[in-house]
């Protein structure tokens, strides 16, 4: 009964594969994990029946039958795909042919509630979306303005979080809050407002659990007949209630700083408000967008704002609070890589000092600049390991304009559906070698001690070609600037018995959180 409640569209399915297991079970079972093309429903039962598993399914399936699978849906369903976790697809689709291959009609309908922000955008509203917030990014006051925002919310927000529960010698969970972290940061640099999640009594804001709420009916949307998803969506119940929820608490929370920067006469000067990125769309909206043909939204200046917003937010959120999450239980399940880490940070951000008093060397923390971070080579190998393994973003969406065929020499019809599966691609022995399950920070330095290069078709953790994600370098200088100061102050343990496994969601958040202790070093 439970079962049903979680998926109501069992409710539909059951009764014929009842019939085609009486048939078959005794023959067939050992064969459940394979993806085996039953008449009527294709190969729609293995995948429900591991939905529970659902990116970890997919991995086991390319490797023992290699990495592109023609995925058969129920007859009654357009849901027949393409699934790939092979680079040479990845290149051809992401840059050597990208003008064939938009997000398409279908991701938006399946994404509707991101709207027209950057990641449901195509062809030139993509490219405004692009050079918009390229230019932000690229201003010279951005990495200034980056670190007082970041090391105000380390000082006021994460550090004496951690010390309470330290103090109080309990264990929680610090993907909480590191999503609280998150929220906070993008909340301030796109709209110029700090909405204190992370804070003494971790305070509940709606808008920010909300995000959690949005990812799993996305992925859900992804892998039963879109008329279900719909119906369920028109009943609200299910995951679409979820979503719908959701989606409420995001409008209650970014609309009205939309309204109050509308309604603002000029733009901040003061350092510390940062930049007015909301002012930078609007500018660029009573531009260029009002009058772009096809636009679906012209004249609603609020709802691009909102879309905008919400499209930065969770990207901002979500991505480096995930990556984070796996890189601590990464370490904490390799406790010599936290050892290495904490001797880099001390050694090459000069956190020794000799006290000649004591006649012994005394360790001070300081807060780094952003330029600085490039010196930690081994941690960025930890993330960049963390990234491989658990890509924030497990799986991409494609749909060619034309038909084309793959380099693995499959053939897609015109706007049929391709997905790119990021998680299974980085555990491909094929593609990272015999050792591809293990941690290894040092995977990604050089025998001369530099970071290695490796192409975006083959680590597409940041997505890959000319929509490679153009928050990269902040996420990284954010997430060393975090990483840094707990690995510092503290001792990671985990707790013991606590199951930590991915949510099967389009962003690859652990399932239960991540419960944890800490112990302060310094």
Excluded at 91 to 109: C, D, E, L, M, W
Excluded at 172 to 184: A, E, G, I, P, S
Excluded at 441 to 451: F, H, L, M, N, Q
Excluded at 481 to 502: D, Q
Aim: a positive charge; glycine letters at 6%.
């Amino acid at each position: 009964m439970i079962l049903m409640m979680e998926y109501p569209e069992l409710l539909v399915i059951i009764p014929i594969l009842v019939i085609l297991f009486m048939r078959k079970m005794r023959k067939q079972w050992r064969h459940i994990l394979a993806p085996t093309n039953w008449p009527v429903v294709g190969m729609l039962p293995g995948t429900l029946l591991n939905l529970h598993r659902l990116h970890d399914y997919l991995t086991s399936v390319f490797s023992r039958f290699g990495t592109t699978l023609v995925f058969k849906g129920p007859r009654i369903a357009d849901m027949n795909m393409v699934l790939t976790c092979d680079p040479a697809n990845l290149h051809h689709v992401f840059s050597r042919n990208f003008s064939n291959y938009p997000k398409g009609p279908q991701f938006r309908t399946i994404f509707d509630v991101l709207g027209n922000g950057i990641f449901g955008a195509d062809f030139e509203l993509w490219e405004i979306h692009r050079k918009t917030t390229l230019s932000q990014f690229s201003h010279a006051d951005f990495s200034p303005h980056l670190e007082r925002t970041v090391w105000r919310k380390v000082e006021a927000g994460l550090l004496p979080v951690l010390d309470r529960f330290c103090e109080e010698g309990v264990e929680f969970d610090l993907q909480d809050v590191f999503q609280r972290l998150t929220f906070d940061n993008i909340c301030k640099l796109v709209l110029g407002y700090d909405p204190c999640s992370l804070s003494l009594g971790l305070p509940y804001v709606r808008c920010e659990k909300a995000f959690s709420g949005l990812a799993e009916p996305l992925l859900y949307r992804h892998v039963i007949p879109e008329f279900i998803w719909k119906l369920q969506k028109r009943l609200n119940v299910g995951r679409e209630r979820m979503l719908a929820e959701a989606t409420e608490a995001f409008h209650d929370f970014i609309y009205p700083r939309i309204d109050a920067s509308i309604n603002s006469t000029h733009d901040t000067d003061d350092k510390d408000e940062g930049f007015n990125v909301l002012k930078a769309f609007e500018r660029v909206y009573n531009d260029k967008i009002n009058n772009l043909i096809g636009y679906s939204s012209a004249g609603n200046l609020r709802d691009f704002l909102k879309d905008t917003a919400l499209s930065l937010i969770f990207a901002g959120r979500d991505t480096t609070s995930t990556c984070l999450t796996w890189l601590f239980w990464l370490i904490a399940k390799n406790p010599s890589t936290q050892d290495k880490i904490r001797q880099e940070i001390e050694a090459e951000l000069k956190l020794v000092e000799e006290d000649n008093n004591m006649k012994k060397k005394k360790k001070k923390w300081r807060f780094f600049k952003a330029d600085e971070s490039c010196k930690l080579k081994y941690l960025h190998g930890a993330l960049c390991e963390s990234l491989r393994l658990f890509p924030p973003v497990p799986l991409e969406h494609k749909a060619p304009i034309e038909a084309d065929i793959l380099p693995s020499g499959h053939y897609l019809r015109k706007n049929s559906k391709l997905i790119v599966c990021f998680y299974s691609m980085g555990r491909m022995e094929s593609v990272w070698g015999k050792d591809c399950l293990e941690f290894k920070p040092e995977r990604w330095i050089s025998p001369a001690g530099k970071i290695k290069h490796e192409p975006s078709y083959k680590f597409p953790a940041f997505n890959a070609g000319p929509r490679t994600c153009l928050g990269k370098e902040m996420a990284f200088v954010q997430m060393k600037m975090v990483a840094a100061t707990i690995i510092f102050h503290y001792n990671v343990k985990l707790v013991e018995g606590h199951p930590v496994c991915p949510r099967d969601s389009v962003i690859l958040q652990a399932k239960h959180g991540l419960k944890l202790s800490l112990s302060r070093i310094h």
